[in-house]
C-alpha cells in the first residue's frame, strides 16, 4: 500500500505556556497566574507514513444544506506507518513569586454520642496540607522521550454530527 501522505512535522523553540492566543492565555494566567512559569517545545517531531484506505459516507436526507451537512456519518480506515516522534519540552520557572498550594484529606468523622435511630453528634477532623514554595533562583530544566510505532491501524466511526 502507498502512503497517501507523509507526515514532517519539526518545532523549534515553540511555545506551550503562555499559549500566543489571547483568549488562551487569558485562561492560563487566570489558572497559572502571571506567567512565572514558561513551556516550550525546545526539539520536538514527528515523521512517518499515513494512508487513509476505506473510507464511506452516509448522509440522511434533508431540505436544508445546514442539516445535510451535520447529518455526515461513516466509517474510516487509517493505517500509519513508521511514525517516530521526538518530543523535548523546556520548562523554565521564575522566582518571581511564591507558589501556594493545599491538599485536602478526606475528612474523619468522629461520633462519641448517638442517640440511636435519631442523631450522631461529634465533631468532623478536616484535615489539610498547606505549604508554600518559593524559589531563590530561577530554574529552567529541560526533558523528553522518545515515541516508535512502525505499523498501526485504526478503524473506527465518522461522525460530523454535533448532536450525536
Known amino acids: ?27 492560563a494566567n487566570k489558572l497559572l497566574g502571571d506567567g512565572s512559569i514558561k513551556l516550550s517545545c525546545q526539539n520536538c517531531s514527528l515523521v512517518g507514513d499515513m494512508a487513509i484506505s ?30 517516530s516522534g521526538h ?20 475528612q474523619i468523622p468522629l461520633t462519641p454520642f448517638e442517640i440511636p435511630g435519631f442523631a450522631l453528634i461529634g465533631p468532623v477532623v478536616d484535615p489539610q496540607i498547606v505549604g508554600s514554595l518559593t524559589l531563590s533562583s530561577d530554574v529552567d530544566f529541560i526533558y523528553g522521550f522518545d515515541v516508535s510505532v512502525s505499523v498501526y491501524y485504526f478503524f473506527g466511526p465518522l461522525s460530523l454530527n454535533p448532536r450525536s
Open 87 to 106: 518530543i523535548e519540552l523546556r520548562t523554565e520557572i521564575s522566582a518571581s513569586k511564591s507558589m501556594d498550594f493545599t491538599a485536602h484529606l478526606p
Open 1 to 27: 500500500m502507498e502512503p497517501i501522505e507523509s507526515i514532517s512535522i519539526s518545532y523549534t523553540n515553540f511555545p506551550i505556556l503562555p499559549p500566543q492566543n489571547p483568549a488562551l492565555n487569558y485562561v
Open 54 to 83: 476505506y473510507g464511506s459516507v452516509n448522509m440522511t436526507s434533508s431540505k436544508a444544506l445546514s442539516e445535510m451537512v451535520s447529518a455526515l456519518t461513516g466509517q474510516v480506515q487509517v493505517t500509519v506507518q513508521n511514525l
